[in-house]
């Protein structure tokens, strides 16, 4: 069985723009959530979506966004980038949700300057 | 808000000995707690899971324990490998589809050969 797959596996931007972050999940899976990984602030959750639905979110501002495809896939945008949004960003695909065990990709590495 | 900490940040360990990670959380309601290993350039991946109807688990060298009155919960890992070294992160949710999951700030485990 295929693992998490992220696209892409590193990302370079500036300042003020914005970004699209790619995920597609384990066959089957039917929840993706998101999650920031920086040194300072360890892992952090930004959303969860299930069958096309967010059903959770994070204490992160508007410009973190996030959507999910019927195919499960889920895609996160950035906008307005700022230099502390950059990070390793890990996206995890399970059966039910975040209640049951998660399978991550191998995050994108997002890098603002 | 919620809170998970875990000590210790890090650990240094002769291989053969054992090597405790604890965490403790501050919601109540919480009643589902994971484990997860990270090894460099890789996303975390599930090592062990305890459900709140459960004291302790064991899978092979690895041993989870889990104490609702205190709101403590513990990895224990015996007999060490240097494969072990890793940086591991507990975590706890409601254990609901509807929750979010918080993470400790993880702990790096160094096995000497």
């Known amino acids: 069985k295929a693992g998490v797959t992220q696209t892409p596996r590193y990302l370079i931007k500036t300042r003020g723009q914005q970004v699209t972050l790619s995920c597609s999940p384990i066959?089957?899976?039917?929840?993706v959530s998101w999650y920031q990984q920086t040194p300072g602030q360890g892992l952090q959750f930004l959303f969860e979506?299930?069958?096309?639905?967010?059903?959770n979110k994070g204490n992160f501002p508007g410009r973190f966004s996030g959507r999910q495809f019927s195919n499960s896939r889920s895609e996160m945008n950035v906008s307005t980038l700022e230099l502390g949004d950059s990070a390793l960003y890990l996206c995890?695909?399970?059966?039910?949700?975040?209640?049951?065990?998660?399978?991550f990709g191998n995050g994108t590495r997002l890098t603002v300057t | 808000g919620e809170n998970v900490e875990q000590h210790p940040s890090t650990l240094s360990v002769q291989e053969g000995d054992s090597a405790v990670i604890k965490c403790t959380y501050s919601d109540s309601a919480s009643n589902y707690f994971p484990w997860y290993k990270q090894e460099l350039g890789k996303g975390p991946q599930l090592i062990i899971d305890i459900r709140s109807n459960v004291g302790e688990k064991k899978d092979q060298r690895i041993a989870v324990t889990l104490n609702k009155t205190a709101k403590h919960f513990s990895l224990h890992i015996t007999e060490t490998q240097p494969e072990d070294s890793a940086v591991y992160f507990c975590a706890a949710s409601r254990g609901t589809s509807y929750d979010k999951v918080i993470f400790g700030p993880g702990t790096s485990l160094s096995v000497i050969p």
């Open positions: 066959s089957g899976h039917r929840s």
């Open positions: 995890a695909s399970s059966m039910t949700g975040v209640n049951s065990p998660l399978h």
């Open positions: 979506y299930f069958s096309e639905t967010q059903r």
